[in-house]
């Protein structure tokens, strides 16, 4: 009985502790949320008050007629969804090839692009932004998508999951004929589900959530994305914080829905992705 008590307790307390950890993570949204529903009086009152005095979805009007907001959310559709396509193929083809390839230089290589992750983007802004620059290509999509269409992590991380995709399956493919291209569309890419699935949450999150490469490349207001575009209600002397939040609220609609759509593939793929060299 002591026992069993003492792992009740436990185990309250380890819900306890949970439940206030969520909360604390939970909060900023929350936050954010009730403040895109308040008046904008009410948003800079003090003491400040989470839940508004009354609900106003005036905010929300308000970014439809002050900014092009869908304009906006469609460029950093494009610019998201386009860049997380074109990673997972030319991830996949990479960490295909060495994964399961042979071919002179593959460990030198893929030590080469183990590197490149250490590199920060602001060593490499200015030599990219030069070459896209003499590309013509500054406030195109091409500029903003092109450096992104790979990622060094992606390799790695699709790499990791095919080394532990058992050998038997190509052997056995190979004996009834099949070539590389089958076995990488047929057998490879079905199997790898939860990691390509796992690897599209992230990269659509990090792209869809970047402030600083949009900022660089576009120059113009219609091709802003959402994150540099929201800026717009940050002036020099006022901020307007309930239509900014409010930008924010539905900005995160699609990344909240990613993530759902994805759930289910999510945990297994970062579980399943062995570190093996």
């Known amino acids: 009985m002591v026992v069993l008590h003492g792992k009740r307790v436990e185990r309250v307390m380890l819900f306890a502790v949970l ?3 969520s909360i604390a993570m939970l909060f900023p949204f929350l936050w954010m949320l009730f403040t ?6 009410d948003v800079v009152t003090w003491p400040p008050r989470l839940l508004p ?53 593959k460990n030198a290589l893929f030590a080469v692009i183990l590197i490149t992750l250490m590199v920060p983007f602001h060593v490499v802004m200015i030599p990219v932004f030069s070459l896209l620059h003499q590309f013509g290509w500054i406030n195109t999509y091409a500029g903003l998508m092109i450096p992104r269409a790979s990622n060094a992590f992606g390799i790695f991380f699709l790499r990791q999951f095919f080394r532990g995709i058992p050998r038997e399956l190509e052997d056995a493919a190979f004996v009834d004929g099949a070539n590389t291209w089958w076995i990488y569309s047929k057998i490879i890419l079905p199997l790898s589900k939860p990691a390509l699935a796992t690897l599209a949450v992230f990269h659509f999150m990090y792209n869809w959530n970047d402030f600083l490469w949009p900022l660089i490349v576009t120059t113009s207001v219609s091709m802003r994305t959402l994150p540099t575009g929201l800026a717009l209600f940050m002036g020099k002397h006022v901020v307007e914080y309930a239509s900014l939040m409010a930008g924010v ?29």
Not at 36 to 41: I, R
Not at 259 to 276: D, E, M, N, P, W
């Open 53 to 105: 005095r009354r609900i106003s979805f005036t905010a929300y009007k308000t970014i439809w007629h002050d900014i092009p907001f869908l304009q906006f959310f469609l460029n950093t559709i494009v610019f998201a969804g386009g860049v997380t396509l074109s990673s997972l193929i030319l991830d996949s083809f990479s960490a295909y090839a060495f994964a399961r390839l042979d071919f002179p230089g």
């Open 249 to 277: 609220v539905l900005s995160l609609l699609p990344v909240t829905i990613a993530y759902l759509s994805a759930q289910q593939h999510f945990v297994r793929g970062i579980a399943l992705t062995g570190l093996k060299g």
């Open 19 to 21: 439940v206030i950890i």
């Open 36 to 41: 895109s529903l308040k008046p904008e009086a």
